[in-house]
């Protein structure tokens, strides 16, 4: 077989494999191993580690997509000397991800615009970037879904769905306060992830007004119990970094009718 023709099987045979990376590459790596005089082991290693990490980041790439949070913020994009309540060890020791490999969860309490929703997000993007898989959704989304499943008589499938990831998110639990129904299911949600997986959770309210989001303490209680059993509840006590934004400009706040 001529030199062209065999080039030619290579190329056929890595769209065949899948390996679209090294074979978008073949060519100059091949060009480039003559002039640098490189070894056959040298070019091989080149164009296989070429491809592993095109799959590695487009499988993060998927992943980030399917994952349902809304904006793209990283754990590194966060300005922890605006948030003094944030302890550096702590905010350092969730980093490890050690609470995804535990099951345990986190909570971000704090008011509007400390940076709950970002942190929750940076985690799930480190989580994502170690392999696992997430799935972010706000606690008002997360009801409607579990009460459309729930009047299909599809609940324990959409508890099974939900299950699976390794990191749930739910971002702004109190926002809007929960029915008897919408309760219920919460608790079902949080039973059904209790010890299997870590769930990151959001709020605006302190654990003593959770009683009146999930419209009875009774529940809360029991939801308390389980979340908080093997948890780091992180307390935001500053002030928010929006507001920061608008002072830098000169903008008065809050604005008049505005809102958060
Ligand atoms: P919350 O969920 O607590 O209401 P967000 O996480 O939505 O607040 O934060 C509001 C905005 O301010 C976002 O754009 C977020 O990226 C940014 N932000 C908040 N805190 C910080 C911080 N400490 N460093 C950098 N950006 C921050
Ligand atoms: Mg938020």
């Known amino acids: 077989m001529s030199e062209s ?4 099987r290579i190329h056929e045979n890595l769209l065949k494999l899948k390996m679209y990376s090294a074979e978008t ?4 790596q091949l060009e480039l191993a003559v002039s640098n005089k490189s070894s056959i082991v040298e070019i091989l290693d080149q164009i296989l580690d070429g491809e592993v990490k095109y799959r590695k980041s487009s499988a993060i790439e998927t992943r980030t997509k399917l994952s349902g949070i809304p904006v793209r913020k990283t754990l590194d994009e966060f300005d922890l000397s605006y948030q003094p ?4 060890s702590m905010f350092d020791d969730l980093r490890t991800l050690r609470f995804v490999y535990n099951q345990e969860n986190v909570i971000f309490l704090g008011p509007p615009g400390t940076g709950k929703t970002h942190l929750a997000i940076g985690l799930g993007l480190a989580a994502i970037e170690a392999g696992f898989s997430i799935y972010y959704i706000t606690s008002s989304t997360l009801i409607e879904k579990l009460k459309r499943a729930n009047h299909r008589g599809t609940l324990d499938r959409a508890l099974k769905t939900l299950g699976k990831y390794k990191v749930l998110i739910v971002d702004e639990i109190g926002y809007l306060p929960m029915d008897k129904e919408g309760a219920h299911l919460f608790f079902q949600l949080v039973s059904s992830r209790y010890e299997k997986g870590s769930t990151i959770f959001t709020s605006n309210k302190t654990y003593s007004e ?12 029991a939801v308390l119990d389980r979340i908080l059993h093997h948890s780091v509840t992180v307390n935001i ?3 928010s970094y929006r507001l920061r934004s608008r002072k830098k400009v000169g903008v008065s706040y809050p604005p008049p009718g505005g809102s958060n």
């Open 210 to 221: 959770w009683g009146e989001i999930l419209g009875d303490n009774v529940i809360a209680a």
């Open 85 to 88: 309540s944030i302890d550096r």
């Open 237 to 239: 006590k500053g002030e």
């Open 5 to 8: 023709n065999t080039l030619a």
């Open 25 to 28: 590459a073949i060519d100059s």
